[in-house]
Antibody
Framework: QVQLVESGGGVVQPGRSLRLSCEAS????????MHWVRQAPGKGLEWVAD????????YYGDSVEGRFTISRDNSKNTLYLQMNSLRAEDTAVYYC?????????????WGQGTTVTVSS | QSVLTQPPSVSAAPGQKVSISCSGS????????VSWYQQLPGTAPKLLIY???KRPSGIPDRFSASKSGTSATLDITGLQTGDEADYYC???????????FGGGTQLAVL
């Protein structure tokens, strides 16, 4: 079945780095754009970044621009989020989501999320 | 403060109807498709509506949505206790070059 599985979350000190992964299965990964969306404890959804299906176009939210990098390896059906210079306010559950052009670019498949805690 | 404004909470009795609004501007809702997501407690968001009013397969017709100008509305009829969740609108903002989510609306079915 269509599935996204995130991994790589954990506890990290402020200023350090972390890389999240999102492994896709059950669909042709290279045909879809992908997003990272996060949710701080008790807060709403915040879009983090997205990448086109071929990896050539990337967009970022203001709060992570210059610190986070989204990338993908279509040969491995995997999406990544490299997070540098982490701050306490980056603490959140991070979800990856599939972007379906046929559904008006809605996010139609979501992973279960991976938790990132930035704390000293 | 979200660019897309939703009421923090709404409530209604089982079997009743509730409407959740999402207000934006010409650079986002006014000129782009709106999607709606349901997030049940402790779970990942789920797509409810895309292209302003269309339902993905498997979404019951109790869920409907519309868009007018720079505002969008999600309607839920025949409320069930299982509908208690947070609901988010989402769209692209052409000026910001960013995806936007509304602040979310918590639905209570009393």
């Amino acid at each position: 079945q269509v599935q996204l599985v995130e991994s790589g979350g954990g506890v990290v000190q402020p200023g350090r780095s972390l890389r999240l992964s999102c492994e896709a299965s059950g669909f042709t990964f290279r045909n879809y754009g992908m997003h990272w969306v996060r949710q701080a404890p008790g807060k709403g959804l915040e879009w983090v970044a997205d990448i086109w299906n071929d990896g050539n176009n990337k967009y970022y939210g203001d709060s992570v621009e210059g610190r986070f990098t989204i990338s993908r390896d279509n040969s491995k059906n995997t999406l990544y989020l490299q997070m540098n210079s982490l701050r306490a306010e980056d603490t959140a559950v991070y979800y990856c989501a599939r972007d379906d052009l046929n559904l008006g670019n809605a996010m139609d498949v979501w992973g279960q999320g991976t938790t990132v805690t930035v704390s000293s | 403060q979200s660019v897309l404004t939703q009421p923090p909470s709404v409530s209604a009795a089982p079997g009743q109807k509730v409407s959740i609004s999402c207000s934006g501007s010409t650079s986002n809702i006014g000129n782009n498709y709106v999607s709606w997501y349901q997030q049940l407690p402790g779970t990942a968001p789920k797509l409810l509506i895309y292209d302003n009013y269309k339902r993905p397969s498997g979404i019951p017709d109790r869920f409907s949505a519309s868009k007018s100008g720079t505002s969008a509305t999600l309607d839920i009829t025949g409320l069930q206790t299982g509908d208690e969740a947070d609901y988010y609108c989402e769209t692209w903002d052409s000026s910001l070059g960013a995806v936007l989510f509304g602040g979310g609306t918590q639905l209570a079915v009393l």
